[in-house]
């Protein structure tokens, strides 16, 4: 089993869980009331920390990618363990965070168990980040329908599918010149090459690279600096260039999931990180990591909590942003990880931390 694992991957889901927490510990630099841009310095330090972070979600996806295309067991397996491990932890932390908000005051304890009963329509709390597990349960609802394609496709079949995937990626600074494009118009939001945009296409692109490029060969690392040197220049450097924005969501377009640049940073990271081995696996540290790696997804819905606390504790005693949004973001980790961690060893923990 230790000789067969591909620690690379435990790699890639560590730094994805360790991105998102710093994500949404520099938001509070440069989100203001209402969705509106920070004034001052903050935003720009942001955009400089943050903007190679943004391969989160997209790393994340892609190792999910990786290992359930194709499928190779029953699909009643398939959702059962999804369903006990994904589903289920997920229904529990949004009670919990219904909870968690009326302790805070944020609302009424009416308001809280309404906001419970509301889980099979949407948050039982709008907590953000749990967005992302809604997204993961359609790409799992997807992944029987395309996992026997990706099992029969030709290289030039998915080649031709990820160049489409690549180019869709590029709508949204097309749209900076031309509105709307290929079918766009105001009754129409589903245009020529919508069905190729989106986080499926990094699903996709994992698949590809198991079947394709899992080699370790010279040129995969080259080519990852370059994706990533190209890609953070085109991400930070938009970012920063639309700072005099008033709305975030002006600012953060180079920051989208769905752009090429975004794309590009995500393959780099997993080329360079795809093949990484350790000479003793049976280290304590690799065994750390792994341990950190089958946490993560428990960590992902716990950290908002912990990063509230260590915000509210930390970020008056630290002048500056560059060292505390990393140092705010660390600290949420770890204890996330120990929390997580003791959470585990208490029956039916899977139904908790996932």
């Given at each position: 089993?230790?000789?067969?694992?591909?620690?690379?991957?435990?790699?890639?889901?560590?730094?994805?869980c360790?991105?998102v927490?710093?994500?949404?510990?520099g938001?509070?630099?440069?989100?203001?009331?209402?969705?509106?841009?920070?004034p001052?310095?903050?935003?720009?330090?942001v955009?400089?920390?943050?903007?190679?972070?943004?391969?989160?979600?997209?790393?994340?996806?892609?190792?999910?990618?990786?290992?359930?295309l194709?499928?190779?067991?029953d699909?009643?397996?398939?959702?059962?363990?999804?369903?006990?491990?994904?589903?289920?932890?997920?229904v529990?932390?949004?009670?919990?965070?219904?909870i968690?908000?009326?302790?805070?005051?944020?609302?009424?304890?009416?308001?809280?168990?309404?906001?419970?009963?509301?889980?099979?329509?949407?948050?039982?709390?709008?907590?953000?980040?749990?967005?992302?597990?809604?997204?993961?349960?359609?790409?799992?609802?997807?992944?029987?329908l395309?996992?026997?394609?990706?099992?029969?496709?030709?290289?030039?079949?998915?080649?031709?599918?990820?160049?489409?995937?690549?180019?869709?990626?590029?709508?949204?600074?097309?749209?900076?010149?031309?509105?709307?494009?290929?079918?766009?118009?105001?009754?129409?939001?589903?245009?020529?090459?919508?069905?190729?945009?989106?986080?499926?296409?990094?699903?996709?692109?994992?698949?590809?690279?198991?079947?394709?490029m899992?080699?370790?060969?010279?040129?995969?690392?080259?080519l990852?600096?370059?994706?990533?040197?190209?890609?953070?220049?085109?991400?930070?450097g938009?970012?920063?260039?639309?700072?005099?924005?008033?709305?975030?969501?002006d600012?953060?377009?180079?920051?989208?999931f769905?752009?090429?640049?975004?794309?590009?940073?995500?393959?780099?990271?997993?080329?360079?990180?795809?093949?990484?081995?350790?000479?003793?696996?049976?280290?304590?540290?690799?065994?750390?990591?792994?341990?950190?790696?089958?946490?993560?997804?428990?960590?992902?819905?716990?950290h908002?909590?912990?990063?509230?606390?260590?915000?509210?504790?930390?970020?008056?005693?630290?002048?500056?942003?560059?060292?505390?949004?990393?140092?705010?973001?660390?600290?949420?980790?770890?204890?996330?990880?120990?929390?997580?961690?003791?959470?585990?060893?208490?029956?039916?923990?899977?139904?908790?931390?996932?």
């Amino acid at each position: 089993m230790e000789k067969t694992r591909n620690y690379g991957l435990d790699i890639l889901r560590v730094l994805a869980c360790y991105f998102v927490i710093q994500i949404h510990t520099g938001e509070f630099y440069y989100i203001g009331a209402d969705g509106t841009v920070l004034p001052g310095d903050s935003p720009f330090w942001v955009g400089i920390l943050n903007s190679l972070l943004r391969t989160s979600v997209p790393l994340f996806v892609m190792t999910s990618g990786f290992f359930l295309l194709p499928i190779k067991e029953d699909l009643n397996v398939f959702f059962k363990k999804r369903f006990t491990r994904v589903v289920i932890p997920f229904v529990v932390w949004c009670a919990l965070y219904a909870i968690y908000w009326a302790l805070l005051g944020k609302t009424t304890w009416t308001q809280a168990f309404q906001n419970i009963v509301h889980i099979p329509v949407n948050f039982g709390t709008e907590i953000g980040h749990l967005w992302y597990v809604y997204m993961l349960i359609g790409l799992y609802l997807f992944v029987p329908l395309i996992s026997p394609w990706v099992a029969t496709a030709s290289r030039k079949s998915m080649e031709l599918y990820l160049a489409l995937f690549a180019f869709a990626m590029c709508v949204p600074f097309i749209h900076q010149v031309f509105p709307e494009i290929l079918g766009e118009c105001w009754w129409n939001r589903t245009p020529m090459l919508y069905y190729f945009s989106g986080l499926l296409g990094y699903m996709i692109l994992a698949a590809y690279i198991r079947k394709y490029m899992l080699e370790n060969k010279t040129w995969h690392f080259l080519l990852g600096i370059a994706l990533i040197l190209v890609g953070y220049a085109i991400t930070a450097g938009v970012f920063i260039y639309r700072l005099d924005s008033k709305y975030i969501w002006d600012l953060e377009l180079s920051w989208g999931f769905d752009t090429i640049n975004v794309a590009m940073m995500t393959f780099g990271v997993f080329l360079l990180l795809k093949n990484v081995s350790f000479n003793n696996p049976s280290s304590a540290m690799v065994k750390i990591l792994v341990d950190i790696s089958q946490k993560s997804y428990g960590i992902y819905l716990l950290h908002i909590m912990v990063l509230n606390f260590f915000h509210d504790q930390l970020d008056t005693k630290i002048d500056f942003v560059v060292i505390k949004i990393p140092v705010i973001a660390i600290c949420s980790f770890i204890t996330s990880y120990v929390i997580i961690k003791l959470l585990s060893y208490l029956p039916k923990s899977k139904y908790i931390v996932g």
